[in-house]
């Protein structure tokens, strides 16, 4: 607390979120954040000055962390635009000393918000459409995306975690893709497995096919050997066309249509290891075997329902 109250008392511009310091670069008033700091010419650039911006630069998310630590209300949201903000005005004033002329302050302090805010979030877009939509203007969009994408590279090659999550690690609270993969590892494929289905032999032709097609409303039909092993899969939407080029030709087999799937599923794998199979395959549904032969499929529809459903009842729980 005393350190605190030192620090503001010496350097007043450090207190709060700094959105009111913000708002006074950009109409290009350095007063309020270095009142109480004589030192400091305001009406002109110098070297002395970019030192002090480069110094509540930094004492910035110092103190804000020390505030928060100590009980204090608030988050990083403000301090990172504060910051943001006064690292675009402090490359604006630094250019300006080695001779470069007719640049914009705005356009500094609007680009170093949106790095700096991308960085901490790891979140490009969110950067690049917030302050486009604090200055109401698209004007900024190219060079307000390669600065976001810098730094978001930069922040990620420094580290894997955004600060937000690095926070709810230091707390002891798992991150987004964690509270994910432990829910779904909670629940087995089994639970899900869809066993109603109309199986095809490899020798069944188009006529025999059309027939259970059309007694059924399921989409996709499994293709099983004698020993009820897993042939391939016939789609009923790839049927369907056929029906009326060809007459029902009985030399169309099933072994002739269908798909062999090269990712299988087993009961007692976890919704976890299903979403990943999913992820790495273009099938909405995959099949699920067990001790070699073939017992039903497992719909990507229903395991996103089931991890929602995990989801909201996680949430009434907190």
Same mark, same amino acid.
């Given at each position: 607390?005393?350190?605190?109250?030192?620090?503001?008392?010496?350097?007043?511009?450090l207190k709060g979120e700094g959105y009111n310091h913000i708002?006074?670069?950009?109409?290009?008033?350095?007063?309020?954040?270095?009142?109480?700091?004589?030192?400091?010419?305001?009406?002109?650039?110098?070297?002395?000055?970019?030192?002090?911006?480069?110094?509540?630069?930094?004492?910035?998310?110092?103190?804000?962390?020390?505030?928060?630590?100590?009980?204090?209300?608030?988050?990083?949201?403000?301090?990172?635009?504060?910051?943001?903000?006064?690292?675009?005005?402090?490359?604006?004033?630094?250019?300006?000393?080695?001779?470069?002329?007719?640049?914009?302050?705005?356009?500094?302090?609007? !680009?170093?918000?949106? =790095?700096? *805010? $991308? +960085?901490?979030?790891? /979140?490009?877009?969110?950067?690049?459409?917030?302050?486009?939509? #604090?200055?109401?203007?698209?004007?900024?969009?190219?060079?307000?995306?390669?600065?976001?994408?810098?730094?978001?590279?930069?922040c990620r090659s420094l580290s894997g975690r955004s600060l937000?999550?690095?926070?709810?690690?230091?707390?002891?609270?798992?991150?987004?893709?964690?509270?994910?993969?432990?829910?779904?590892?909670?629940?087995?494929?089994?639970?899900?497995?869809?066993?109603?289905?109309?199986?095809?032999?490899?020798?069944?032709?188009?006529?025999?096919?059309?027939?259970?097609?059309s007694r059924s409303a399921l989409s996709v039909f499994p293709? !099983?050997?004698?020993? =009820?092993? *897993? $042939? +391939?899969?016939?789609? /009923?939407?790839?049927?369907?066309?056929?029906?009326?080029?060809? #007459?029902?030709?009985?030399?169309?087999?099933?072994?002739?249509?269908?798909?062999?799937?090269?990712?299988?599923?087993?009961?007692?794998?976890?919704?976890?290891?299903?979403?990943?199979?999913?992820?790495?395959?273009?099938?909405?549904?995959?099949?699920?075997?067990?001790?070699?032969?073939?017992?039903?499929?497992?719909?990507?529809?229903?395991?996103?329902?089931?991890?929602?459903?995990?989801?909201?009842?996680?949430?009434?729980?907190?």
């Amino acid at each position: 607390g005393l350190v605190l109250y030192a620090a503001f008392l010496l350097v007043p511009g450090l207190k709060g979120e700094g959105y009111n310091h913000i708002a006074g670069l950009e109409q290009g008033s350095l007063t309020g954040v270095l009142a109480g700091l004589p030192i400091v010419s305001l009406e002109q650039q110098s070297w002395s000055l970019a030192a002090l911006l480069a110094l509540l630069m930094l004492l910035k998310p110092a103190v804000s962390a020390l505030f928060l630590e100590s009980g204090g209300d608030g988050g990083v949201f403000g301090p990172s635009l504060f910051c943001g903000a006064f690292l675009g005005y402090l490359l604006y004033v630094i250019l300006t000393l080695f001779g470069l002329q007719n640049l914009s302050p705005q356009v500094f302090i609007c !680009l170093g918000m949106a =790095g700096v *805010l $991308a +960085g901490v979030m790891h /979140a490009p877009l969110s950067g690049i459409f917030l302050i486009a939509e #604090l200055t109401g203007s698209f004007s900024l969009l190219v060079p307000l995306m390669l600065v976001t994408a810098l730094s978001t590279f930069i922040c990620r090659s420094l580290s894997g975690r955004s600060l937000y999550k690095s926070i709810l690690t230091s707390r002891g609270e798992q991150a987004d893709e964690q509270v994910e993969l432990r829910l779904l590892s909670q629940t087995r494929v089994a639970a899900l497995l869809d066993k109603h289905f109309i199986a095809f032999q490899p020798d069944y032709t188009l006529r025999m096919m059309q027939q259970a097609v059309s007694r059924s409303a399921l989409s996709v039909f499994p293709v !099983l050997a004698a020993d =009820g092993s *897993l $042939a +391939g899969i016939i789609l /009923a939407d790839e049927l369907r066309p056929l029906y009326q080029k060809t #007459l029902f030709d009985d030399n169309i087999l099933a072994c002739d249509l269908m798909h062999v799937p090269n990712l299988f599923l087993q009961p007692e794998n976890t919704l976890a290891e299903a979403a990943h199979a999913f992820d790495s395959s273009t099938w909405r549904v995959l099949p699920v075997l067990q001790d070699g032969a073939f017992v039903g499929f497992l719909d990507k529809g229903a395991v996103l329902d089931c991890y929602r459903e995990m989801l909201h009842h996680r949430t009434e729980m907190f």
